[in-house]
Protein backbone atom coordinates (compact mmCIF):
# COMPACT_ATOMS: atom_id res chain seq x y z
CA UNK A 1 0.00 0.00 0.00
CA UNK A 2 3.09 2.05 0.57
CA UNK A 3 5.38 1.21 -1.84
CA UNK A 4 7.87 3.56 -3.18
CA UNK A 5 7.70 5.62 -6.27
CA UNK A 6 10.22 6.69 -8.37
CA UNK A 7 11.63 10.52 -7.53
CA UNK A 8 12.49 12.03 -11.13
CA UNK A 9 8.92 13.39 -11.65
CA UNK A 10 7.08 16.08 -9.49
CA UNK A 11 5.73 14.48 -6.51
CA UNK A 12 3.08 15.85 -4.92
CA UNK A 13 1.05 15.17 -1.19
CA UNK A 14 -2.70 16.55 -1.96
CA UNK A 15 -4.97 17.03 1.16
CA UNK A 16 -8.67 17.15 0.47
CA UNK A 17 -11.21 15.65 3.28
CA UNK A 18 -13.71 15.35 0.34
CA UNK A 19 -13.77 13.38 -2.88
CA UNK A 20 -16.61 11.65 -4.94
CA UNK A 21 -18.88 10.90 -3.95
CA UNK A 22 -18.15 13.17 -0.48
CA UNK A 23 -18.69 16.76 -0.82
CA UNK A 24 -19.46 18.84 -3.40
CA UNK A 25 -17.47 20.88 -5.87
CA UNK A 26 -14.36 20.74 -3.69
CA UNK A 27 -14.20 17.15 -4.19
CA UNK A 28 -15.89 17.53 -8.16
CA UNK A 29 -12.66 19.88 -8.95
CA UNK A 30 -10.27 17.98 -7.27
CA UNK A 31 -11.33 15.16 -9.47
CA UNK A 32 -10.93 16.27 -12.41
CA UNK A 33 -7.17 17.63 -11.86
CA UNK A 34 -6.16 14.33 -11.46
CA UNK A 35 -7.98 12.46 -14.67
CA UNK A 36 -6.37 15.05 -16.66
CA UNK A 37 -3.16 14.95 -14.96
CA UNK A 38 -3.47 10.80 -15.16
CA UNK A 39 -2.50 11.72 -19.00
CA UNK A 40 0.72 13.54 -18.97
CA UNK A 41 3.91 12.84 -19.90
CA UNK A 42 6.28 12.34 -18.09
CA UNK A 43 3.93 11.72 -15.26
CA UNK A 44 3.44 13.59 -12.12
CA UNK A 45 3.32 11.51 -9.26
CA UNK A 46 0.51 12.66 -6.27
CA UNK A 47 -0.78 11.08 -3.81
CA UNK A 48 -4.27 11.93 -2.51
CA UNK A 49 -4.77 11.83 1.53
CA UNK A 50 -8.67 11.75 1.58
CA UNK A 51 -11.99 10.53 3.46
CA UNK A 52 -13.13 6.96 3.36
CA UNK A 53 -16.63 6.64 5.21
CA UNK A 54 -15.40 3.47 7.15
CA UNK A 55 -15.03 3.81 10.56
CA UNK A 56 -11.63 1.65 10.93
CA UNK A 57 -10.91 0.93 7.64
CA UNK A 58 -8.02 2.50 5.66
CA UNK A 59 -9.06 2.27 1.49
CA UNK A 60 -6.57 2.80 -0.68
CA UNK A 61 -7.29 3.04 -5.02
CA UNK A 62 -5.39 3.86 -7.82
CA UNK A 63 -6.20 6.03 -10.80
CA UNK A 64 -3.02 5.26 -12.64
CA UNK A 65 0.44 3.68 -10.99
CA UNK A 66 1.63 7.66 -10.43
CA UNK A 67 -1.71 8.66 -8.81
CA UNK A 68 -3.23 7.20 -5.82
CA UNK A 69 -5.86 7.68 -3.51
CA UNK A 70 -5.52 6.97 0.05
CA UNK A 71 -8.75 7.06 2.08
CA UNK A 72 -8.19 7.49 6.25
CA UNK A 73 -11.12 6.47 7.94
CA UNK A 74 -13.69 9.56 9.35
CA UNK A 75 -17.07 7.66 9.38
CA UNK A 76 -18.66 10.28 7.58
CA UNK A 77 -22.66 10.35 8.35
CA UNK A 78 -23.20 12.17 5.16
CA UNK A 79 -21.93 12.36 1.92
CA UNK A 80 -22.56 15.96 1.45
CA UNK A 81 -21.10 17.91 4.52
CA UNK A 82 -18.88 16.79 7.57
CA UNK A 83 -19.11 17.55 11.22
CA UNK A 84 -16.51 19.16 13.12
CA UNK A 85 -15.90 15.88 14.51
CA UNK A 86 -15.16 14.24 11.23
CA UNK A 87 -13.06 17.35 10.31
CA UNK A 88 -11.08 16.98 13.13
CA UNK A 89 -10.58 13.01 12.47
CA UNK A 90 -9.84 13.64 9.33
CA UNK A 91 -6.89 16.25 10.02
CA UNK A 92 -5.73 13.95 12.79
CA UNK A 93 -5.20 10.98 10.98
CA UNK A 94 -4.09 12.45 8.06
CA UNK A 95 -1.46 14.01 9.13
CA UNK A 96 -0.40 10.83 10.85
CA UNK A 97 -0.67 8.90 7.41
CA UNK A 98 1.03 12.26 5.66
CA UNK A 99 3.58 11.40 7.74
CA UNK A 100 4.00 8.14 7.17
CA UNK A 101 4.11 8.31 3.39
CA UNK A 102 6.64 11.13 3.46
CA UNK A 103 9.07 8.84 5.34
CA UNK A 104 8.75 6.41 2.79
CA UNK A 105 9.31 8.54 -0.53
CA UNK A 106 9.51 12.72 -0.02
CA UNK A 107 7.72 14.95 -1.42
CA UNK A 108 8.52 18.01 -3.57
CA UNK A 109 5.69 19.61 -2.72
CA UNK A 110 1.74 19.70 -0.70
CA UNK A 111 -1.41 20.63 -1.98
CA UNK A 112 -4.21 21.29 -0.06
CA UNK A 113 -7.80 21.93 -1.18
CA UNK A 114 -9.04 24.01 1.45
CA UNK A 115 -7.63 26.05 4.21
CA UNK A 116 -9.36 24.20 7.09
CA UNK A 117 -8.89 21.10 7.56
CA UNK A 118 -6.68 20.40 4.83
CA UNK A 119 -4.46 23.45 4.75
CA UNK A 120 -4.21 23.00 8.12
CA UNK A 121 -2.03 19.53 8.32
CA UNK A 122 0.23 21.08 5.07
CA UNK A 123 1.01 24.28 7.77
CA UNK A 124 1.72 21.24 10.38
CA UNK A 125 3.76 19.32 7.45
CA UNK A 126 5.76 22.31 6.38
CA UNK A 127 7.03 23.31 10.56
CA UNK A 128 7.93 19.35 11.02
CA UNK A 129 9.08 18.36 7.72
CA UNK A 130 10.04 21.78 5.72
CA UNK A 131 7.65 20.67 2.96
CA UNK A 132 6.33 23.69 1.16
CA UNK A 133 2.41 24.02 -0.16
CA UNK A 134 -0.01 25.50 -1.61
CA UNK A 135 -3.50 26.31 -0.56
CA UNK A 136 -6.59 26.66 -2.83
CA UNK A 137 -9.49 28.48 -1.32
CA UNK A 138 -12.36 26.87 -1.96
CA UNK A 139 -15.38 28.89 -0.43
CA UNK A 140 -16.65 28.43 3.09
CA UNK A 141 -12.48 27.36 4.29
CA UNK A 142 -12.99 31.88 3.48
CA UNK A 143 -14.38 33.67 6.84
CA UNK A 144 -16.96 35.71 6.02
CA UNK A 145 -18.50 32.95 3.31
CA UNK A 146 -21.37 31.55 5.11
CA UNK A 147 -23.17 33.14 7.81
CA UNK A 148 -23.68 29.74 9.61
CA UNK A 149 -20.10 29.87 10.50
CA UNK A 150 -19.24 33.29 12.04
CA UNK A 151 -18.89 31.71 15.40
CA UNK A 152 -16.60 29.31 14.10
CA UNK A 153 -14.73 32.07 11.68
CA UNK A 154 -14.40 34.13 14.77
CA UNK A 155 -12.61 31.21 16.72
CA UNK A 156 -10.63 30.10 13.54
CA UNK A 157 -9.46 32.94 12.00
CA UNK A 158 -6.24 33.99 13.27
CA UNK A 159 -4.68 30.31 12.27
CA UNK A 160 -6.48 30.52 9.11
CA UNK A 161 -4.26 33.85 8.44
CA UNK A 162 -1.36 32.08 9.47
CA UNK A 163 -1.86 28.89 7.01
CA UNK A 164 -1.96 31.28 4.16
CA UNK A 165 0.68 33.42 5.11
CA UNK A 166 3.31 30.69 5.38
CA UNK A 167 1.67 29.01 2.38
CA UNK A 168 4.03 29.59 -0.32
CA UNK A 169 0.89 30.27 -2.94
CA UNK A 170 -2.57 30.70 -2.53
CA UNK A 171 -5.08 30.41 -4.47
CA UNK A 172 -8.57 31.47 -4.94
CA UNK A 173 -11.72 30.71 -7.89
CA UNK A 174 -12.88 33.89 -8.51
CA UNK A 175 -12.20 37.51 -8.02
CA UNK A 176 -14.40 38.08 -5.49
CA UNK A 177 -13.12 35.10 -3.90
CA UNK A 178 -10.19 36.96 -3.45
CA UNK A 179 -11.25 39.92 -2.43
CA UNK A 180 -13.08 38.22 0.59
CA UNK A 181 -9.79 36.38 1.30
CA UNK A 182 -8.13 40.01 1.24
CA UNK A 183 -10.97 40.75 4.31
CA UNK A 184 -8.75 38.34 6.66
CA UNK A 185 -5.36 38.85 4.66
CA UNK A 186 -4.99 42.09 3.15
CA UNK A 187 -2.36 42.32 0.69
CA UNK A 188 -1.49 38.94 0.52
CA UNK A 189 -0.62 37.70 -3.16
CA UNK A 190 -3.51 35.31 -3.99
CA UNK A 191 -3.61 33.85 -7.58
CA UNK A 192 -6.64 33.11 -9.06
CA UNK A 193 -7.74 30.06 -10.96
CA UNK A 194 -10.67 29.39 -11.87
CA UNK A 195 -12.55 26.59 -11.95
CA UNK A 196 -13.75 24.07 -15.35
CA UNK A 197 -16.28 22.18 -16.65
CA UNK A 198 -16.76 19.28 -18.92
CA UNK A 199 -17.51 20.50 -22.38
CA UNK A 200 -17.87 16.82 -23.79
CA UNK A 201 -20.11 15.65 -20.69
CA UNK A 202 -22.01 18.88 -20.35
CA UNK A 203 -23.59 19.85 -24.00
CA UNK A 204 -26.41 21.29 -25.39
CA UNK A 205 -29.39 19.20 -26.33
CA UNK A 206 -32.08 19.74 -29.48
CA UNK A 207 -34.87 20.20 -27.62
CA UNK A 208 -38.47 20.00 -29.52
CA UNK A 209 -41.00 22.92 -29.65
CA UNK A 210 -42.78 23.25 -26.31
CA UNK A 211 -46.46 22.60 -26.56
CA UNK A 212 -48.66 25.31 -26.01
CA UNK A 213 -49.73 25.68 -22.18
CA UNK A 214 -46.52 23.71 -21.04
CA UNK A 215 -44.53 25.45 -17.90
CA UNK A 216 -41.34 26.50 -18.71
CA UNK A 217 -39.10 24.51 -16.49
CA UNK A 218 -36.54 26.05 -13.85
CA UNK A 219 -33.92 24.06 -12.55
CA UNK A 220 -31.76 24.71 -8.99
CA UNK A 221 -28.75 22.42 -8.65
CA UNK A 222 -27.07 22.58 -5.63
CA UNK A 223 -27.17 21.50 -1.88
CA UNK A 224 -30.04 22.49 -0.07
CA UNK A 225 -29.39 24.47 2.45
CA UNK A 226 -30.05 28.25 3.33
CA UNK A 227 -27.13 30.03 1.76
CA UNK A 228 -28.29 28.35 -1.61
CA UNK A 229 -31.31 30.84 -1.27
CA UNK A 230 -33.79 27.74 -2.67
CA UNK A 231 -36.33 29.26 -0.41
CA UNK A 232 -36.61 32.56 -2.14
CA UNK A 233 -36.55 30.50 -5.53
CA UNK A 234 -39.85 29.41 -4.14
CA UNK A 235 -41.30 32.55 -3.04
CA UNK A 236 -40.24 34.08 -6.43
CA UNK A 237 -42.66 30.74 -8.23
CA UNK A 238 -45.28 31.60 -5.89
CA UNK A 239 -45.41 35.34 -6.47
CA UNK A 240 -45.77 34.13 -10.00
CA UNK A 241 -48.17 31.55 -9.47
CA UNK A 242 -50.47 34.15 -8.65
CA UNK A 243 -49.75 36.23 -11.30
CA UNK A 244 -50.37 33.72 -14.55
CA UNK A 245 -46.85 33.17 -15.06
CA UNK A 246 -46.91 29.25 -15.37
CA UNK A 247 -43.40 27.76 -14.15
CA UNK A 248 -42.42 24.43 -12.53
CA UNK A 249 -38.89 24.20 -10.61
CA UNK A 250 -36.56 21.12 -10.48
CA UNK A 251 -34.97 20.96 -7.44
CA UNK A 252 -31.51 18.68 -7.84
CA UNK A 253 -29.79 18.04 -4.37
CA UNK A 254 -30.26 17.27 -0.60
CA UNK A 255 -29.34 19.12 2.41
CA UNK A 256 -30.53 20.41 5.79
CA UNK A 257 -33.09 23.11 4.56
CA UNK A 258 -35.12 19.97 2.88
CA UNK A 259 -37.93 19.60 5.19
CA UNK A 260 -37.93 23.48 5.74
CA UNK A 261 -38.30 23.60 1.73
CA UNK A 262 -41.10 20.88 1.10
CA UNK A 263 -43.30 22.37 4.23
CA UNK A 264 -42.89 25.74 2.43
CA UNK A 265 -43.47 24.54 -0.84
CA UNK A 266 -46.28 22.90 0.76
CA UNK A 267 -47.51 26.40 2.49
CA UNK A 268 -47.32 28.01 -0.62
CA UNK A 269 -49.70 25.69 -2.20
CA UNK A 270 -46.69 24.77 -4.89
CA UNK A 271 -46.85 20.61 -4.49
CA UNK A 272 -47.60 20.40 -8.23
CA UNK A 273 -45.05 22.85 -9.47
CA UNK A 274 -41.94 22.04 -7.13
CA UNK A 275 -40.07 18.89 -7.89
CA UNK A 276 -37.25 17.58 -5.08
CA UNK A 277 -35.10 14.95 -7.11
CA UNK A 278 -32.90 14.16 -4.00
CA UNK A 279 -29.43 13.37 -4.68
CA UNK A 280 -28.27 12.83 -8.24
CA UNK A 281 -25.71 11.37 -9.47
CA UNK A 282 -22.84 13.17 -11.65
CA UNK A 283 -23.55 11.20 -14.51
CA UNK A 284 -26.80 11.44 -14.33
CA UNK A 285 -26.68 15.60 -14.32
CA UNK A 286 -26.48 15.70 -17.76
CA UNK A 287 -29.85 14.28 -18.53
CA UNK A 288 -30.92 17.00 -15.34
CA UNK A 289 -30.16 19.98 -17.19
CA UNK A 290 -31.30 18.78 -20.37
CA UNK A 291 -35.32 19.00 -18.78
CA UNK A 292 -34.49 22.41 -18.11
CA UNK A 293 -35.42 25.75 -19.89
CA UNK A 294 -33.61 27.99 -16.98
CA UNK A 295 -31.28 27.37 -14.56
CA UNK A 296 -31.22 29.67 -11.58
CA UNK A 297 -28.92 29.89 -8.90
CA UNK A 298 -30.22 32.59 -6.00
CA UNK A 299 -27.26 31.59 -3.53
CA UNK A 300 -25.65 34.27 -0.82
CA UNK A 301 -22.23 33.48 -1.79
CA UNK A 302 -20.25 31.42 -4.05
CA UNK A 303 -16.47 31.08 -4.88
CA UNK A 304 -17.40 29.88 -8.83
CA UNK A 305 -20.23 27.30 -8.72
CA UNK A 306 -20.03 24.21 -10.55
CA UNK A 307 -23.49 23.73 -11.37
CA UNK A 308 -23.68 27.46 -12.82
CA UNK A 309 -20.47 26.14 -15.76
CA UNK A 310 -21.83 23.01 -16.08
CA UNK A 311 -25.41 24.86 -16.47
CA UNK A 312 -23.80 27.34 -19.19
CA UNK A 313 -22.32 24.21 -21.10
CA UNK A 314 -25.38 22.52 -21.33
CA UNK A 315 -27.27 25.83 -23.37
CA UNK A 316 -29.05 27.03 -20.73
CA UNK A 317 -30.24 30.99 -19.83
CA UNK A 318 -28.81 31.69 -16.19
CA UNK A 319 -30.50 33.54 -13.36
CA UNK A 320 -27.90 34.44 -10.34
CA UNK A 321 -27.74 36.45 -7.44
CA UNK A 322 -25.21 39.59 -7.12
CA UNK A 323 -22.64 37.85 -4.95
CA UNK A 324 -19.37 35.71 -5.11
CA UNK A 325 -18.32 34.40 -8.40
CA UNK A 326 -21.95 33.95 -9.81
CA UNK A 327 -21.56 37.46 -11.43
CA UNK A 328 -18.39 37.14 -12.93
CA UNK A 329 -19.81 34.32 -15.23
CA UNK A 330 -22.32 36.50 -16.85
CA UNK A 331 -21.76 38.46 -19.72
CA UNK A 332 -24.42 38.28 -22.24
CA UNK A 333 -25.93 34.71 -20.96
CA UNK A 334 -28.47 35.57 -18.24
CA UNK A 335 -29.64 37.85 -15.66
CA UNK A 336 -29.12 38.85 -12.14
CA UNK A 337 -30.93 40.06 -8.84
CA UNK A 338 -30.32 40.88 -5.46
CA UNK A 339 -29.63 37.91 -2.82
CA UNK A 340 -33.36 37.51 -1.44
CA UNK A 341 -34.91 39.90 -3.31
CA UNK A 342 -38.11 37.73 -3.89
CA UNK A 343 -39.40 40.50 -6.46
CA UNK A 344 -36.46 41.08 -8.47
CA UNK A 345 -35.96 37.29 -8.88
CA UNK A 346 -39.28 36.85 -9.80
CA UNK A 347 -39.37 39.47 -12.54
CA UNK A 348 -35.80 38.24 -13.56
CA UNK A 349 -37.83 34.33 -14.28
CA UNK A 350 -40.98 36.15 -15.79
CA UNK A 351 -38.59 38.10 -17.86
CA UNK A 352 -37.08 34.28 -19.24
CA UNK A 353 -40.21 32.92 -19.15
CA UNK A 354 -41.70 34.65 -21.69
CA UNK A 355 -39.51 35.05 -24.50
CA UNK A 356 -38.08 31.85 -26.19
CA UNK A 357 -35.65 33.66 -27.99
CA UNK A 358 -34.33 35.17 -25.74
CA UNK A 359 -33.38 32.20 -23.47
CA UNK A 360 -32.17 30.45 -26.53
CA UNK A 361 -29.70 33.90 -27.81
CA UNK A 362 -28.75 33.75 -23.78
CA UNK A 363 -28.29 29.91 -24.14
CA UNK A 364 -25.90 29.92 -27.26
CA UNK A 365 -23.92 32.88 -25.10
CA UNK A 366 -23.31 30.85 -22.19
CA UNK A 367 -22.14 28.30 -23.99
CA UNK A 368 -19.37 30.07 -25.69
CA UNK A 369 -18.04 31.45 -22.20
CA UNK A 370 -18.25 27.82 -20.79
CA UNK A 371 -15.83 26.87 -23.79
CA UNK A 372 -13.32 29.42 -21.94
CA UNK A 373 -12.97 26.62 -19.09
CA UNK A 374 -12.09 23.74 -20.58
CA UNK A 375 -10.34 21.29 -17.60
CA UNK A 376 -7.27 20.71 -19.87
CA UNK A 377 -6.09 24.87 -19.74
CA UNK A 378 -7.17 24.75 -16.23
CA UNK A 379 -5.38 22.16 -14.84
CA UNK A 380 -2.57 23.34 -16.81
CA UNK A 381 -2.46 26.93 -14.65
CA UNK A 382 -2.60 24.39 -11.20
CA UNK A 383 0.75 22.63 -12.81
CA UNK A 384 2.19 25.78 -13.59
CA UNK A 385 1.40 26.94 -10.52
CA UNK A 386 3.52 24.21 -8.60
CA UNK A 387 6.51 24.28 -10.70
CA UNK A 388 6.94 28.35 -9.91
CA UNK A 389 6.74 27.33 -6.51
CA UNK A 390 9.00 24.62 -6.72
CA UNK A 391 11.42 26.86 -8.57
CA UNK A 392 11.59 29.43 -5.98
CA UNK A 393 12.58 26.42 -3.57
CA UNK A 394 16.30 26.25 -2.79
CA UNK A 395 18.25 23.20 -3.85
CA UNK A 396 14.74 21.27 -5.74
CA UNK A 397 15.19 20.36 -9.28
CA UNK A 398 13.10 21.83 -11.73
CA UNK A 399 10.96 19.38 -13.34
CA UNK A 400 8.66 19.52 -17.07
CA UNK A 401 5.29 21.25 -16.39
CA UNK A 402 4.83 21.23 -19.99
Known amino acids: MLEETPTTAMRILMLDNEFPPLGGGTGVVNYHLLDELRHRVPPIHVDLITSSRSRRRFEYEEMTPAIRLHKVPVDNRNIHHSTNVELL ?7 RYARRLAARAPYDLC ?70 AWQTAPGLPIDIIVNGVDLAQFTPVSQAPRPAGTPVTVLCA ?23 VSLRVILAGTG ?27 SAMPAVYAQADIFCLPSFNEGMS ?42 ALATLAQDDPLRAEYGRRGRQIAERFAWPAIVQQYVQLCQRVLDRQPGRSRHDAH
Open 256 to 282: DAEPLLRQQAQTLGLQDKVQFLGFVER
Open 222 to 244: ARLIERKGQQHLLGALARLASQG
Open 111 to 180: FAFAGVPAGGIAWALRRTLGLPYIVSLQGPDVPGFENRYRYVYAALTPFIRQIWREAAAVIAISQRHRTL
Open 306 to 347: MALLEAMASGLPVIVTTTGGLEELLDGNGLVAPWADVEALAG
Open 89 to 95: RYTWRGY
